[in-house]
Every structure is written in structure tokens, then in C-alpha cells.
């Protein structure tokens, strides 16, 4: 399975962006694509993720009620749509593949990872 994100860029406090996350591959063995972030100089971080199957989604307590992960199933394609962007938000965004059932927030777990796409928030 190969990761393509996209969508990354600089936005104000309060703004919106939208990340995709293209697979292809083997994608009809993936058990939940996640978006994950890393701050400079701090530990990558659960974002959210999405199962492929019953299209299930989790989120971390910080991003709650603002962003939202969706999928195109026809696509192949991850989306993170972010609302109410803030000062903290801004990292590094990756999206990551596991074909494997088990706790998403598991960075270890993950099969396969996209390159990653830069947010930065900033007025």
C-alpha cells in the first residue's frame, strides 16, 4: 500500500484546511487508515482514524467537534477536514495504514505511512 497526503499549508487561527490521503496498493486489505501529527521537538500523535469496513471513527480529545475524517471508498482516499484550526494544530500531518485489528492509537502498529504534510497555523 502506498500513501500519498496531500492539502497541508498555512492558515490563520479560526481557519479551515482539508487533508486527502490517496492509497494505492493492496488497499482492500487495510483495517483503518488514521491521521497522526508531530509538533517539532514532541512525540507523534493520534489524530483520528476511520475503519475501511464499517467506516467507524475515532478521534483524539483535542480535535473533537472540529475536525472530521471521512473516506471515498471509490477513491481509495482519506480526507481530515479541519475547522477551527488553532496555534497548536500546527505539526506535521501523517497518514498511516494498518491492516491489522487493533488499538489505533498504536503508532507502532501501522503497516504503512504517507510522507506527511505540513499545517501551520499562525496569524
Known amino acids: 500500500v502506498q500513501l500519498q497526503a496531500s492539502g497541508g499549508g498555512l492558515v490563520q487561527p479560526g481557519g479551515s484546511l482539508r487533508l486527502s490521503c490517496a492509497a494505492s496498493g493492496r488497499t482492500w486489505s487495510s483495517y483503518a487508515m488514521t491521521w497522526f501529527r508531530q509538533a517539532p521537538g514532541k512525540e507523534r500523535q493520534f489524530v483520528a482514524a476511520i475503519t475501511w469496513g464499517g467506516g467507524s471513527k475515532f478521534y483524539a480529545d483535542s480535535v473533537k467537534g472540529r475536525f472530521t475524517i471521512s473516506r471515498d471508498n471509490s477513491e481509495n482516499t482519506v480526507y481530515l477536514q479541519m475547522n477551527s484550526l488553532k496555534l497548536e494544530d500546527t505539526a506535521v500531518y501523517y497518514c498511516?495504514?494498518?491492516?491489522?485489528?487493533?488499538?489505533?492509537?498504536?503508532?507502532?502498529?501501522?503497516?504503512?505511512w504517507g510522507q506527511g504534510t505540513q499545517v501551520t497555523v499562525s496569524s
Open positions: 498511516a495504514a494498518r491492516d491489522s485489528f487493533g488499538p489505533l492509537r498504536d503508532i507502532s502498529a501501522y503497516d504503512y
